[in-house]
């Protein structure tokens, strides 16, 4: 069986000693939110995800959840965890306080969320969803629409969808066919037509569903132009507030899958369903953008959160496994074997998940920090300068973080050898869970264009001053720091090409758009490296200053793993300069008839 602890003191580090998350407490609304209310928050959570959450993880994937007359149940126990996920107030964290919410910062909802999917992903993919609609109906629902749906989805009796996806378009929503009609009332809608790959579009978890739902409106302009955003409830609400009678949505099928089989991903058919415009009629993709966003940096915990459980399990098996013995002799003569952890590739696996777990972990922080700072900051300098690091942020948090997460348990899996393979262990469930993450939410390649192609050139360059001028001013502040020689300069040679590559592609781009596609996926994942890189620079500065006090094994752990990720890791980016810099022209130039 897997094993998972919530990750306590690694989030005390992360905040508390990495960031100084005592500034949220500085930011208006928060004044509560001190670090040890952060932390002792994030124990309740702990308890609530090892507890109830993660001894269903295992049951919910073997049981799947099952369809049968239009009606979807959810595995053995998770409607009762569900109900204890909500009266316990895990629904509502970070919500409005106006509406019911608890006003908490994003960052604490942001590791709480880590913890629910590294305990079960699949359960967490029910609130997950409930919390981006409410995003979305809370930035750009009319008053009337914020108070008749805001509050039960923040109490968690109701939960959210998004539904996008249609069978013939996935990435480009432009070919969208569900339509809306005028009602002849005022902003209601008539929608009809069908939405595949749903996630939670039918359960047993709650009372009310409240789907996000992007139509054309009727001779609306044709393309991603014409796009328009509803609000389609599953019931129909009374005046009273209470749930009325069925509206016309109903689950055709659920989809049998490869992991998070425990999540119900639905065909949805909206038959003449009554839906409510939210924000501008044909702007639904700016609304629906307010509900991806958070879901895209959702997803890239997700793939932390795996990363988490495959490290935490693989840890220990390679402790408790004996195999062979250490290249240079007996090192526990007394057993019939050495551990595998004596063997150096194993070392190099489970150094590899270490320093891809707890490096997305140290990114995750920064850009939630960030989150807290453009909702709450005072100053509107500091809110923008915040939203454009978060705007920058988010494809690298998806799709990295997904990457690696993948990657992950997929050495997890290599740790346990041909036991990893067998489903008892529940290492190759990590796996399949995991391999979702780099598809939905716009696949990884969509979010390497997204970075490419939109965040770059946006504001001239402005969001990525927000990351270029803070590495560069820590870089040269630490650069002549002898004890740091080892950690500042590889980042800074990386961080220099990173900023070569960066005018190339642009360059290269703005002559030959394919050049900005061919380029895109391996420029992400070379910012990636360099951004968690800078980050593992920083920690190293705090390790090498407390190895010989209180916690030397925890400081020792940061230190070795910041130099493997100096000497193993970041190196790789050399080969991604090289192939960013071998342009389109090998991609492009067999015609596809080819192939
Ligand atoms: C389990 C699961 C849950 C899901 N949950 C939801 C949900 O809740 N709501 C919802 O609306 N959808 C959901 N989806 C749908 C998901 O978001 C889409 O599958 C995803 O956006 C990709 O769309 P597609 O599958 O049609 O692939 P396609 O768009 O057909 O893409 C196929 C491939 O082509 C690439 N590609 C496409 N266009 C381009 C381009 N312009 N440039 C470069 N490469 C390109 C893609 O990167 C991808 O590799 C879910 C899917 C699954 C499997």
């Known amino acids: 069986m897997t094993i998972y602890k919530a990750p306590l003191r690694e989030y005390r580090f992360v905040l508390q000693e990495l960031f100084d998350a005592g500034e949220l407490a500085t930011l208006p609304g928060y004044e509560e939110a001190t670090p040890d209310l952060l932390q002792s928050v994030l124990e309740e959570g702990g308890k609530l995800c090892e507890e109830v959450l993660f001894p269903l993880n295992r049951s919910g994937d073997e049981e799947g959840c099952t369809f049968e007359n239009g009606v979807v149940r959810t595995p053995k126990g998770f409607p009762e965890a569900y109900k204890l996920f909500r009266e316990g107030g895990w629904t509502s964290l970070a919500c409005d306080p106006e509406y019911g919410g608890q006003g908490l910062p994003h960052t604490l909802q942001f590791f709480v969320e880590e913890m629910v999917s590294s305990a079960n992903m699949s359960f967490g993919m029910y609130p997950g969803l409930s919390s981006g609609c409410y995003s979305a109906i809370h930035r750009h629902g009319t008053a009337a629409q914020k108070r008749k749906f805001l509050p039960h989805l923040v109490d968690g009796t ?142 890239g915990l997700q793939g932390l959160a795996l990363g988490e459980t495959a490290y935490q399990t693989a840890r220990q098996y390679a402790l408790d496994r004996l195999q062979g013995r250490s290249l240079k002799g007996d090192k526990f003569p007394d057993k019939p074997a050495d551990p595998i952890i004596v063997h150096p590739d194993v070392r190099r696996m489970l150094l590899t998940m270490k320093a891809y777990t707890e490096g997305a972990r140290a990114l995750a922080g920064w850009v939630s920090l960030a989150l807290d700072r453009a909702e709450r900051h005072a100053d509107p300098e500091a809110r923008e300068e915040a939203e454009d690091f978060i705007g920058l942020m988010t494809p690298i948090i ?92 590889p980042v800074m040679k990386a961080f220099a090409r990173l900023q070569q590559v960066t005018a190339l592609v642009a360059q290269k781009g703005m002559v030959d758009p394919d050049e900005a596609g061919a380029a895109a996926t391996e420029y992400l994942r070379a910012f990636g490296l360099v951004a968690i890189g800078f980050l593992w620079a920083r920690v190293a500065e705090l390790a090498l200053k407390k190895t010989n006090g209180e916690e030397p094994l925890f400081y020792k752990g940061k230190l070795a793993t910041a130099r493997f990720y100096m000497a193993r890791v970041l190196p790789e980016t050399n080969a991604l300069f090289a192939n960013i810099a071998a342009g389109a022209k090998s991609l492009m130039e067999l015609e596809a008839e080819a192939f």
């Open 158 to 299: 109701w939960s959210g969808t998004m539904c996008l996806t249609e069978p013939q378009c996935g990435t480009d929503l432009g070919q969208i066919r569900t339509k809306a009609e005028p009602s002849g009332k005022d902003g209601v809608y008539r929608i009809t037509g069908t939405k595949i790959f749903i996630s939670a579009g039918e359960h047993d978890l709650t009372d009310n569903i409240v789907h996000l739902v992007l139509a054309r409106i009727v001779g609306g302009p044709a393309g991603i132009r014409g796009i328009s955003l509803f609000i389609v409830p599953k019931f129909l609400v009374k005046e009273d507030g209470t749930v009325g009678p069925r509206n016309g949505v109903r689950c055709g099928s659920i989809e049998h899958k490869m992991g998070i089989k425990a999540s119900s991903t639905c065909v949805i058919n909206f038959e003449d369903a009554e839906g409510y415009l939210i924000g501008e009629a044909h702007k639904g993709m700016r609304a629906m953008f307010t509900m991806m966003n958070a879901a895209r940096l959702g997803v």
């Open 398 to 489: 998806k799709a990295m973080l997904t990457d690696n997460a993948f990657a992950a348990t997929n050495l997890g899996v290599q740790i346990f050898g041909g036991h990893g393979y067998i489903r008892e262990w529940g290492m190759e469930q990590l796996v399949r869970d995991s391999r979702i993450t780099m598809l939905y939410e716009g696949a990884n390649g969509i979010q390497a264009l997204d970075l490419v192609g939109r965040k770059l050139p946006m504001h001239n360059g402005r969001l990525l001053r927000r990351f270029f001028h803070p590495v560069d001013a820590w870089l040269k502040a630490h650069a002549d720091k002898p004890e740091l020689q080892e950690f500042v300069s």
